[in-house]
Structure formats: C-alpha cells, structure tokens
C-alpha cells in the first residue's frame, strides 16, 4: 500500500551561486505541472531529511505559478538547514515541500514601504514582481545588505527605476528606518524583514501604526485545523505502550502523529468517522459530528478531540 | 431475433421507469490532477478506463493525498455546479470548478439521489457507490473555509463500468 502523501512533490531544477554564500534553488514539478498557488511573499517548508525541516520565504510571484524559488544563505551558526541545502542537495534531487502559507498583504492603491536588510529581501522580491507585473509602482524597497546584494537580477527594471534603494552597509550608513517609514506614515502600508536588530528598529518606528498598516515578516506555523483550547494532559496509548503530552499548540493528533501512531485520518474534521478510536480513561471531549451520545461513552474521534481531565488513555 | 441498441434500450427503460428519467444533466468541466497537492487543471475530455479510473489523474497513479486508502468506488468524482451557486448564494463563498477537486462537474444531475444506482456520463457507465465527504485538506489547499458549507454536498464517487472518453458537454443521464 502507497504511503501518505504529505508533502508537495518538487524536482531541483536550478541551482545558481549568488555569491555572499548564497544560493538559488528553483523548484518544479517533474511534470511541469502548476504548483499549489501562493500570496507575495509566501513561504514554505522544505523537508530536507527526517526531522530536518526549514522554512523560506519564496521569490517568485504568484503569477510565476510552475516553480518555487528560493535563496538561502549559508549560516556558519546556523542549525544545519541551509548547510545541507549547500552541501547536500544537487540539481534532479526530489524534494518535498509544504503548501505556500503566508504572504504580505499589500495595499494596491496606497504606498507600500520595505525595509529588508541582506536575505530577509526574499519576500519583498516576490512582492516587487508581483506589483511591477501588475504595472504598480507604488512601493518603495529599502535594502541593506553586507557587501552586494545577491538577488537584483530579481528585480533589475524596478532597481533602474529608481524603487529600490540599496545600502551596502560595508561602505556606507545604514538608512535611519524611522525616517523611511515617515514615507507612508499617514497612509499606505510599511513591510520589514531582517536581522533583530532592524526589526526592533521597524517595530519601534510603527509602533502606534494600525495592526492592519504593518507586518513584520516572520515565518510562522502552519494554520492549526483544529485548535486545542484545554490545558496539556498525559497520553497514554494502552496497546503501543506508548506515552506523551499532549500540549494545546501541538493538539491529540498532532501529538499522536509525533509519537508515531498511525491513525486512519482522511476527512480530519470529525465527520467522516475514519479515525473512531476506542477510549479506556478520560473524560475525553468530543467535538465530532459522528458519533451517537452511546457511542462516545467509549469511542472518541481523535482528529478533533481532546481531554477534559489530566489524563487520556487510548486503546492504541 | 431483434437486439436493440443502447439507445433504443433507454428508451424503453424510460417509458417503463418514468421515476428514474426525470431528470437529465450535462457534463460541464473536466479536470485532473497528477499529484497531491498540485492544482487541477481543465480538459475538454478526459478517457475513462472501466475498472481503474482516469488517464494522467492521481488516484489511476497512486500519487493522491488518499490514495495510501486505495477505494473502488473512487475511480472518478462527480461535483454540482448547483453547490458551487450554493456556496456563493448562501456563504458568500466563490468557489471554482478547478478548486473543488472533483473530476467531473455536472449540472442538473441529483448527485446525492444517485448512490447505489448506475448512469450514463456521454457513453460512458458508472455506478454511484458513495457521497464524497469534504476534507480539511481541500481549505488547506484553498485557503477557504468550505468544509462545513460542503458537508452532505461535497460530491459523490464512482467506480466506471464501462470506459470512454467523455467531453464537456456530453449529456447525463440515468441507466
């Protein structure tokens, strides 16, 4: 039997040196088939190896919808991701990725700031292509990078436009983000994405802004299908004997999944029964549309349930 | 000794079952896939082999998000272009025939009466075996909440008796 697909199926089709240790790596369907569409200045997760999983920003824009574009610099300190991406993975390799998430919300009619300093400009490129594609040139790019910037070939009409602003900080100051920001400080929508220090400098300098006025650009996890909203309790899978937390971030099924459990999961909604998992000790919470008051009394749909006590044991 | 066509026996079949020809659809999109995930694209015919399922699309490949819950009566879904004016209409949800991942939209044809029965798409047979379910994996994909306003009309899933090619445009009909 096929096992579960969980991960967009994509080929290295392009590798490219960018110089300042960066890469390029385009991604497509072995088929050239269209990928899972995306907003500007999405992001997905790359699955390098088990338990090896890294997130980028992709450049392209959503229009450009056969390939994914990432650029990844080498981090000397860095977790291991963007050193196996350099030292591992060759042009042909198949890699899996997540669906697209994320994305800046950009205002298309008042004026757009970014500030980006080095590879944080990953997801203003895709944001750029998108708007210069829709022939909108309200935006303005701020970026800093140590030495030339890596990825302008991205970008070059709007560059020679005179829409990007490029600092190399290794010869000249780094703008002063308060004053770039005053640009659209009564109206339009300001965008940053960098190191720590630039953030605080940009979160600082929109501080009274409305919410929906600013983003900072951080990757963040996957839209959660069913949210946990009880304290964690202990899992205790009686036939595997096995035993975990479950934590309200991470959920039952998430959690069950992590221990290793495979649990016949198809609708993930609590509708279509697939997952109906015998219960020992609980209460457990049910939040299913499947089973009959009798039957929750030992049965629990586990993709949307949770415990109502400190400890759930399942007949696992 | 007379052998009727196909046609011909339909007719007679109705004439006898005035119940089971009240109504008649038509095929209006056609679409498949060959991976999980990947967008489902438009064709103006598809070939549908009996006993296995679609040319190129992902359950005949194994490369679907179920198809590690390999299914007979899957071999080709069916969607109503009624569920996508539905949506619109009672959710303010606009929801493309490419987006709902089903093969074959049809309009006209009473899905959810159909499970358990047999019917023409163009020239080809089917038998209804089940109504689809939604799945959170479609909002995943879309990025839309469809999952509840999809509940009990979310499709139904066919096994092909017999196999062809079948157009956009072609009629639906009962057996």
């Known amino acids: 039997m096929a096992k579960p697909i969980k991960t967009v199926s994509t080929v290295v089709s392009r590798i490219e040196e960018l110089g300042n240790e960066t890469k390029r790596f385009i991604l497509v369907d072995q088929d050239d088939w269209e990928l899972p569409p995306f907003k500007p200045g999405a992001h997905i997760d790359v699955h390098l190896s088990p338990g090896l999983v890294r997130t980028y920003s992709l450049c392209n824009e959503p ?3 056969r390939r994914y574009v990432i650029a990844v610099k080498r981090e000397r300190d860095g977790r291991g991701g963007s050193a196996f991406l350099h030292d591992r993975v060759r042009e042909g390799d198949h890699i899996g990725v997540s669906i ?28 750029v292509r998108h708007l210069e594609r829709r022939g909108r040139t309200n935006y303005t790019l701020y970026w800093t990078s140590r030495g030339g910037p890596v990825l302008p070939d991205m970008i070059r009409p709007a560059i020679e436009a005179g829409r990007v602003h490029l600092y190399d900080t290794t010869s000249e ?58 304290p964690p309790y202990e899992l205790v899978l009686v036939a595997s004997k096995k035993q975990g937390t479950v934590l309200p971030e991470v959920g039952l099924l998430g959690t069950l999944e992590a221990m290793g459990v495979d649990v016949p999961v198809s609708c993930g909604g609590g509708i279509c029964g697939a997952c109906r998992t015998r219960w020992v000790e609980g209460p457990p919470i049910h939040r299913d549309r499947v089973l009959s008051p009798a039957e929750r009394q030992s049965e629990l749909i586990v993709c949307v349930g949770d415990c109502a006590g400190p400890k759930l044991v399942l007949d696992l | 000794m007379c052998i009727l066509k196909g046609d011909t026996m339909d007719a007679i079949a109705a004439e006898k079952s005035p119940v089971a020809t009240s ?38 490949q194994e490369t679907g998000f179920y198809s590690h819950k390999p299914e007979e009566g899957r071999q080709v879904t069916l ?62 994909i879309l990025g839309k909440a469809v999952f509840d306003p999809l509940i009990n009309r979310s499709g139904l899933n066919c096994k092909i008796i017999a196999g062809g090619t079948l157009r956009v445009g072609d009629i639906v009909r009962p057996l």
């Open chain 1, 63 to 65: 229009e450009d919808n």
């Open chain 1, 100 to 127: 697209p998430r994320g994305g800046i919300p950009l205002n298309l009619t008042a004026m757009n700031v970014f500030v980006a300093g080095g590879i944080g400009v990953t997801p203003f490129i895709s944001a």
């Open chain 1, 173 to 230: 100051a780094k703008p002063v983000i308060a004053e770039i920001v005053k640009e659209c400080a009564d109206s339009g929508f300001a965008a940053c994405c960098g190191p720590e220090a630039m953030l605080q400098a940009f979160e600082s300098a929109v501080e009274n802004w409305t919410d929906d006025r600013k983003h900072i650009e951080m990757f963040t996890p996957p839209k959660r299908i069913a949210q946990s909203d009880v």
């Open chain 2, 23 to 60: 109504w008649q659809g038509v095929v209006r999109f056609l679409h498949k896939t060959p991976r999980a995930f990947l967008p489902m694209r438009s064709f103006p015919e598809l070939e549908l082999i009996a006993g296995r399922g679609i040319e190129g699309d992902r359950y005949l």
């Open chain 2, 79 to 140: 969607f109503e272009m009624e569920t996508l004016e539905a949506l619109r209409r009672d959710h303010g949800i606009e929801l493309l025939p490419e987006e709902h991942r089903r093969n074959v939209t049809v309009e006209g044809v009473p899905l959810n009466h159909l499970v358990g029965r047999r019917f023409r798409l163009g020239e080809i047979i089917v038998e209804a075996t089940r109504l689809s379910t939604p799945c959170r994996h479609i909002e995943e």
